[in-house]
């Protein structure tokens, strides 16, 4: 089945640690998102990616670090510099490029919680 | 910058009635709109997608309008039932390169 596989479901940082979000697609997208989510609020853009090797910040990317060295992945690196990182994280992707079929479809999310 | 607005941000409709959501967005230089569904602690299920050029968008019970104009689009959900409590949210294309905006949801309970 085509989509995005985002994993850990689940994952626990402690205080100074490093930690990375995976997250995989195999429907052949060009671009790639990674947004974090907190309570009340609506998704917040960190990092997008529009094509291999090519990433641009988004409105929070401060404390965050991405890579697209394969045009299926997209990891998500949470630096010890984030102070607060407890949130819900979801990465999407689509077609990209400047057409209108631009419809993005989104994994089913990592948990972090700092402990 | 573009800001996207869904109110109201709780609603709860007894089984049966129709839903009306609806989400504003403050720059009409859009190239799409899109919702979502989001169940409890679940990454987002996409509904329909409306392009600039549409006007309305339908899937089964769903029926999305969109106003380029007045910075609107209403999602209408037919005869609703309990499996579609959720959260709903909007997000605006409003970038060529494909950046979203997004609302901060609806979230509908239907009691039965």
């Known amino acids: 089945d085509g989509g995005i596989t985002q994993s850990p479901k689940y994952l626990f940082r402690k205080e100074g640690q490093n930690v990375t979000l995976s997250c995989e697609q195999n429907l052949n997208h060009d671009a790639m998102y990674w947004y974090r989510q907190d309570p009340g609020q609506g998704l917040r853009l960190i990092y997008y990616s529009q094509i291999v090797n090519d990433f641009q910040k988004g409105d929070i990317a401060e404390g965050y670090s991405v890579s697209r060295e394969k045009k299926e992945s997209f990891p998500l690196t949470v630096t010890s510099a984030q102070k607060n990182p407890t949130a819900f994280y979801l990465c999407?992707?689509?077609?990209?490029?400047?057409?209108?079929?631009?419809?993005?479809?989104f994994g089913q999310g990592t948990r972090l919680t700092v402990v | 910058k573009q800001e996207v607005t869904q109110i109201p941000a709780a609603l709860s409709v007894p089984e049966g009635e129709n839903l009306v959501l609806n989400c504003s967005f403050t720059?009409?230089?859009?190239?799409?709109l899109q919702w979502f569904r989001q169940d409890p602690g679940k990454g987002l299920t996409s509904l329909l997608l409306?392009?600039?050029?549409?006007r309305e968008q339908t899937s089964g019970r769903l029926n999305a309008s969109l106003d380029k104009s007045s910075g609107r689009s209403t999602l209408y959900i037919a005869a609703s039932q309990p499996g579609d409590s959720a959260t709903y949210l909007c997000?605006?294309?409003?970038?060529?390169?494909?950046?979203?905006?997004f609302g901060a949801g609806t979230q509908v309970v239907v009691t039965p």
């Open positions: 997000a605006v294309r409003a970038d060529s390169w494909g950046k979203f905006q």
């Open positions: 999407a992707s689509s077609m990209g490029g400047r057409g209108m079929n631009t419809e993005a479809f």
């Open positions: 409306i392009q600039s050029s549409q």
């Open positions: 720059d009409s230089a859009i190239y799409n």
